[in-house]
């Protein structure tokens, strides 16, 4: 019903930046919707998906430690989209990173909001 659509990964050098987007969109264009929290995640070979940041529908983001002071996560409320900014990016940075949203869909039902998943974006910082 809902659909998360990433955009802007690929390949960095290290030291370098990245800009990720993530917007929501109705599958079907009769799909009304309300986006509460988003964040994004990230997946590198061998190793579990981990929280990278995550943002409230009011504006308060939260970090990883790991990329506290390099990365900012902000939001277009107007849009549902949300944005990663990575700077100074690292190496260790390189994973498959996917966009996150808990989603209202009209009608609400006791089960919601539900999570909704994004494709997964490729970051790679490399030499």
């Known amino acids: 019903q809902v659909q998360l659509v990433e955009s802007g990964g690929g390949l960095v050098q290290p030291g370098g930046s990245l800009r990720l987007s993530c917007a929501a969109s109705?599958?079907?264009?009769?799909?009304?919707?309300?986006?509460?929290?988003m964040g994004w995640y990230r997946q590198a070979p061998g190793k579990q998906r981990e929280l990278v940041a995550a943002?409230?529908?009011?504006?308060?983001?939260n970090y990883a430690d790991s990329v506290k002071g390099r990365f900012t996560i902000s939001r277009d409320n107007a849009k549902n989209t949300v944005f990663l900014q990575m700077n100074i990016l690292k190496p260790e940075d390189t994973a498959v990173y996917y966009c996150?949203?808990?989603?209202?869909?009209?009608?609400?039902?006791?089960?919601?909001?539900?999570?909704?998943w994004g494709q997964g974006t490729q970051v790679t910082v490399a030499s």
């Open positions: 943002i409230a529908h009011n504006g308060t983001p």
């Open positions: 109705a599958a079907s264009g009769r799909t009304a919707f309300s986006v509460s929290g």
């Open positions: 996150n949203a808990d989603i209202f869909v009209l009608p609400i039902s006791p089960d919601q909001p539900r999570a909704y």
